[in-house]
């Protein structure tokens, strides 16, 4: 399953305040849950958790906050694009305004694993990740999201 089969439109944001991670955090476990008030607060708890295990921000500006839940019985995806870069701990130090937030199923842990792969693959494309800070309206922020990922070219 392609990283986009995660996203919907409508959990792709703009988030001109961010405030604290913790409150990116919260934010993320409300689209994921899509509002729904003891999912939202049991993914934020599994987000948070998996925060303090170790930051989940991959550098270059890029966060991929992840937990497991039995909320749902598919992954899903969450993209937030941050109004002003904060530090959410990232091992080289830059603030993070690119936000990927999961939740898997705790039945498919090895899923799981690929879907991370697949995000922070995406997100290692300096291209990729200028068009989305470029991307000056929420429509065509959701258009670069959902647009298919390049395939390399047979030699």
């Known amino acids: 399953m392609p990283w986009t089969d ?9 988030l001109v305040d961010p405030g604290t991670p913790a409150r990116v955090l919260d934010a993320a476990a409300r689209l994921l849950s899509d509002g729904s008030p003891a999912s939202t607060r049991a993914l934020a708890d599994a987000l948070r958790r998996r925060e303090r295990l170790g930051s989940t921000g991959i550098g270059h500006g890029v966060a ?26 990232a091992r080289d130090g830059e603030p993070v305004d690119l936000v990927f937030a999961m939740s898997a199923t705790d039945a498919m842990p090895e899923q799981h694993l690929q879907h991370l792969a697949g995000v922070a693959e995406r997100f290692a494309d300096a291209e990729f990740r200028d068009r989305l800070r470029m991307a000056r309206s929420l429509e065509r922020l959701r258009r670069v999201l959902l647009a298919p990922a390049p395939t390399a070219s047979a030699a």
């Open 64 to 89: 991929i906050p992840h937990a497991r839940s039995a909320a749902f019985h598919a992954p899903r995806g969450a993209f937030l694009r941050l109004g002003r870069p904060i530090d959410f701990g």
């Open 6 to 14: 995660l996203l919907s439109a409508d959990r792709i944001v703009m």
